[in-house]
């Protein structure tokens, strides 16, 4: 009895991990309205750059460029970092079923 409490006890603690995971995955994905207007406001911040003539408007598009590109890179690494873990624990919880079909 003591090690299907157990059993019960670590099942359920597995399948809110899971279930938490998947919110966030969700959460963050629909954060991507946030990226996506940093690149419009940076491609606005750029095109006034060129038209108004401001000196420095190349080195403010590379800054831009970059910062744009690190909010990409960063979006694309948490985004994948979650479906991994996600991805871990559904198999963990396979190989248990397993285990036990095999028992």
Known sequence: MNSTYHHLKD???????????ERNLEAHRSRRWLTNSIYVMSLLVV?????????????????????????????????????????????EKRKIIFKENKS
């Open 11 to 21: 099942t359920k603690k597995e399948e809110g991990q899971k279930e938490l995971l």
């Open 47 to 91: 095109v006034l750059c060129f038209y108004f003539h401001v000196p420095q408007a190349a080195i403010i598009t590379l800054i831009l460029f970059l910062i744009c590109a690190t909010s990409e890179i960063l979006y694309r690494a948490l985004d994948k970092k979650i479906e991994l873990r996600l991805k871990r624990i559904k198999q």
